[in-house]
């Protein structure tokens, strides 16, 4: 009996050990669903590559000192921001990040997360706060395309009767 016991043990032990286990939830502060290896945006004629490691860690040069949450949701963390360096918080919401907030020697700037029923952002409410004096924006976002793991490929951003178009390519951890 304690052979059968062992040789499952073993059995699962192989099994499983291929298998890693996504620790960190970073994909949420870009939007995506899933095992995410990169996504290369592209935005007006520039492009910009965003990799995660197989764990679910966001790989950027311009995040520095994050902290998570035993959850695996990063809170807070340093961010060089047009060569100044600033302070990061996140905030989550049933798995969803709903705020943003960046300060720096100059000021704040808040960003709200509003989310349509299927897990796309709808609008990003962005408030800027210098010297006591406050500003809002609202980016509103229209999805045109989806890739198979339902993360969006193609939207348009509107913003006082403005607009401009943001596409995105997606690679999957296999």
């Not at 059995?11 to 095992?35: C, F, P, R, W």
């Given at each position: ?33 899933g095992k995410v290896k990169y996504i290369v945006y592209s935005r ?19 995040i520095i000192n994050p902290t998570y949450n035993k959850y695996g ?102």
């Amino acid at each position: 009996m304690k052979t059968i016991r062992y040789i499952l043990m073993l059995l699962m032990l192989t099994v499983t050990s291929g298998i890693q286990a996504q620790l960190y939830h970073d994909n949420l502060l870009e939007n995506v669903k899933g095992k995410v290896k990169y996504i290369v945006y592209s935005r007006n004629s520039k492009s910009e590559v965003v990799n995660f490691s197989q764990d679910g860690k966001i790989q950027r040069s311009d995040i520095i000192n994050p902290t998570y949450n035993k959850y695996g949701y990063m809170t807070r963390c340093q961010n060089l921001l047009y060569g100044t360096y600033c302070d990061k918080t996140y905030e989550y919401k049933n798995g969803k990040l709903v705020k943003e907030c960046i300060k720096t020697g100059d000021g704040t700037a808040i960003t709200e997360y509003i989310y349509n029923d299927d897990g796309t952002v709808r609008d990003e409410v962005h408030t800027i706060i210098v010297n006591g004096l406050s500003k809002s924006f609202t980016l509103s976002a229209q999805y045109k395309d989806f890739d198979q793991q339902g993360n969006w490929t193609r939207r348009i951003i509107s913003c006082n009767n403005k607009t401009f178009a943001d596409s995105r390519v997606i690679l999957y951890w296999e």
